[in-house]
């Protein structure tokens, strides 16, 4: 695979929580879209996306780029923030609206899938709102359970990395 291809389907390390928040935004709006007017059709742009950005991040999705080219540099500077959680949280969000095209589509139940994208609206909202990333919670959960290595992010096994200002004096 060429060295242009493999940086297609690269998640950034790390991400900007900003523009993080404004991906979230805008899928709280689709998940309401979607259960206040009973679309389904909704489900595929909010699928695609939710794939696009765990196997590019921004790169292949519109929403993304949206969100990192233009809000979120208007809104505030980057706050930088590890990229597998992120990654983790658009997984989590890969399997919610996955599970909702399904359940719509292919088994009919309307209300199955509409709690389900209820769900992921509740994820997003705490995400954009507040600033509080379940996905990422949970990543830190498994990383403590030891189901996830600390090679994987190692900027989340040890917080001195983000914040030299806790390293504690060699000797003390």
Known sequence: MGTRLRNVFRFPNPVNEVAARVV???????????????????????????W??????????????????????????????????????????????????VLWFGFGLDTAALVVVGLLAGAAFLESVVGYCLGCRIFGVLMRAGMIPDEVCAACADVTLRHPELRQPVGV
């Open 52 to 101: 696009a950005r765990v196997l590019t991040g921004p790169t292949l999705s519109p929403l993304g780029q949206l969100a990192t080219r233009v809000v979120a540099p208007r809104l505030a500077p980057p706050r930088l923030v590890a990229g597998p959680p992120k990654r983790f949280a658009q997984a989590m969000g890969v399997a919610f609206s996955t599970v909702a095209l």
């Open 24 to 50: 979230a935004g805008a899928v709280v709006v689709m998940c309401a879209a979607t259960i206040g007017w009973g679309e389904p059709w909704l489900f595929i742009p909010l699928c695609y996306g939710f």
